[in-house]
C-alpha cells in the first residue's frame, strides 16, 4: 500500500506564491491533480523518477507551477507562482508505479488525501 502524504496549501492572494510537498515511498512517476468545487478533477503537473525526469503540466499552468523531485527524500514538490483565483481547488499528489508522467487520472492508483489551496482576488 502506497501512502501519501501531502503538505504546503493554504491561503493566498492573486500574484502570490504556494509550494506544495508529497512524501511517497519508491522511485515512481509522481505528480499532482486538482479539484475545484463543482468541477471535474484536472491534471497539474506530473514528473518521472528517471536521472533526467521528464516532466508534463496542464496548459493552464505552464509557465507558472514547476514541478520537481528529490529521490533521495522520495518527495515531489509543486511550486506555484503567479496565483490566480482560478488556482483554488483542493490538489492531491498521485503516483504510478510506470514511468512515464501521464496527465490522464485513470492512470494513476495512489492518491493523497489532498490540501486545500485557496487564492483571493
Known amino acids: 500500500q502506497v501512502q501519501l502524504l501531502e503538505s504546503g496549501g493554504g491561503l493566498a492572494q492573486a500574484g502570490g506564491s504556494l509550494r506544495l510537498s508529497c512524501v511517497a515511498p519508491g522511485r515512481t512517476t509522481m505528480g499532482w491533480f486538482r479539484q475545484a468545487p463543482g468541477k471535474e478533477r484536472e491534471f497539474v503537473a506530473a514528473i518521472s523518477s528517471w536521472s533526467a525526469p521528464r516532466t508534463n503540466y496542464a496548459d493552464s499552468v505552464q509557465g507558472r507551477f514547476t514541478i520537481s523531485r528529490d529521490n533521495a527524500k522520495n518527495a515531489v514538490y509543486l511550486q506555484m507562482n503567479s496565483l490566480t483565483p482560478e488556482d483554488t481547488a483542493v490538489y492531491y499528489c498521485?503516483?504510478?508505479?510506470?514511468?512515464?508522467?501521464?496527465?490522464?487520472?485513470?492512470?494513476?492508483?495512489?492518491w493523497g488525501q489532498g490540501t486545500q489551496v485557496t487564492v483571493s482576488s
Open positions: 498521485v503516483s504510478r508505479t510506470q514511468d512515464y508522467p501521464s496527465g490522464q487520472v485513470r492512470d494513476y492508483p495512489y
